[in-house]
């Protein structure tokens, strides 16, 4: 009998000790993000290659931090590509991720002024109400890998995974 009530005991202490930190990851469609160019200039290679650097370092953030789950969102892929701009669609985000069962979608651009001013913002909503849940921009000076990163990771830290 004494073991019994030690187990339960055991039991309650590990599910009333559990944080609300520890809560289940919310699901998550990410659409990727959109490089919206307004130079004369033709986008570089090395822009292609910095915005898939900054998704992969994105998403990577996002799934450690413990809050988000990414989801497949191939079965409605063939849909993303009537829009141009899928931050900028009047709710086709959130319907396309409530849709596929996830909680979140997440969108975004990086905008090129010119070489040396550039913007990255990063959106996520809630995919039943389209209720910002969380959301950052902020400004680039320069127009290199590391300045690309050193915001993507600002706006994870400061503003999408800030409590």
């Known amino acids: 009998m004494l073991s019994r009530l030690s187990l339960l005991s055991a039991v309650l202490v590990i599910g009333l000790g559990a ?20 130079t ?12 898939q650097m ?3 370092r994105l998403v990577e953030g996002l799934e450690s931090s413990g809050k988000y789950q990414l989801v497949d969102i ?25 849709e596929l069962g996830a909680d979140v979608a997440i969108t975004g651009e990086v905008q ?20 910002l849940v969380a959301g950052g921009s902020a400004d680039m000076r320069g127009n290199n890998d590391a300045i690309w990163l050193r915001t993507v990771n600002w706006i994870l830290k400061n503003r999408l995974l800030n409590e």
Request: proline fraction near 5%; aromatic fraction near 6%.
């Open 54 to 56: 900054v998704e992969a």
């Open 112 to 131: 090129k002024t010119s070489n040396l001013i550039l913007g990255m913002s990063i959106y996520i909503r809630d995919a039943k109400t389209g209720a």
């Open 74 to 98: 191939d079965p409605v892929e063939p849909k993303t590509r009537i829009y141009s701009n899928m931050s900028n669609c009047n709710g086709c985000d959130t319907d396309l991720a409530n």
């Open 40 to 51: 004369l200039s033709e986008t570089s290679e090395e822009e292609q290659a910095r915005m």
């Open 19 to 38: 944080s609300p930190g520890m809560a289940e990851p919310k699901t998550a469609a990410f659409f990727g993000l959109l490089f919206i160019n307004t």
